[in-house]
T-cell receptor, first 116, second 112 residues
């Protein structure tokens, strides 16, 4: 059973470009979470999704950031018009649906975004 | 608003020492608590998960305890080894399938 997969592992973008980060959850997991780790800071929650539905986006910046988890395919975190302050490690986690298991979140290896 | 604190931010110990890493949280209404390990430039590895109804969990040389009423958890590492050097993160989950709130982590260095 493959773990949570994220790609790319490293992404370099110039200011003003778009960044697309992908996350494939563990097999059988239908819930995905995105977290951001800024330099010298802890991990911060961004958004929580299930297929075709955003459940909690309270941690998402109001502008330029969006997330989706379509019926087919990976979850996508999209950052438009990137700025240097977006440089960070972005982690995806997945979990089982409600009512199954102990709601442990399993993390992917992360995507390290560098904005030049 | 839940806040998670891990103090100190860094710790250096000689190999073989038993050590305790502390984690405190402000809101005791948690569903579970997870301890993670993060190596430099890498992802998070889940070490132990304690549900709110449990007092402790053990895995090998690791033992995690939870005192929900006082808002504290500890991660005990027995007979530390240089390979244990990493950052240890504590995270609490406020509800079923809810977001995790992380502490900033404790960076552990085990000297040979």
């Amino acid at each position: 059973n493959a773990g949570v997969m994220q790609n790319p592992r490293h992404l370099v973008r110039r200011r003003g470009q778009e960044a697309r980060l992908r996350c494939s959850p563990m097999k059988g997991h239908s819930h995905v979470y995105w977290y951001r780790q800024l330099p010298e800071e802890g991990l911060k929650f961004m958004v929580y999704l299930q297929k075709e539905n955003i459940i909690d986006e309270s941690g998402m910046p109001k502008e330029r950031f969006s997330a989706e988890f379509p019926k087919e395919g990976p979850s996508i975190l999209r950052i438009q018009q990137v700025v240097r302050g977006d440089s960070a490690a972005y982690f995806c986690a997945s979990s089982l649906p409600p009512g199954q298991g102990v709601y442990e979140q399993y993390f992917g290896p992360g995507t390290r975004l560098t904005v030049t | 608003k839940q806040e998670v604190t891990q103090i100190p931010a860094a710790l250096s110990v000689p190999e073989g020492e038993n050590l305790v890493l502390n984690c405190s949280f402000t809101d005791s209404a948690i569903y579970n608590l997870q301890w993670f390990r993060q190596d430099p430039g890498k992802g998070l590895t889940s070490l132990l998960l304690i549900q709110s109804s449990q007092r402790e969990q053990t895995s090998g040389r690791l033992n995690a305890s939870l005192d929900k009423s006082s808002g504290r958890s500890t991660l005990y590492i027995a007979a530390s080894q240089p390979g244990d050097s990493a950052t240890y993160l504590c995270a609490v989950n406020a509800g079923a399938n809810s977001k995790l709130t992380f502490g900033k982590g404790i960076t552990l260095s085990v000297r040979p």
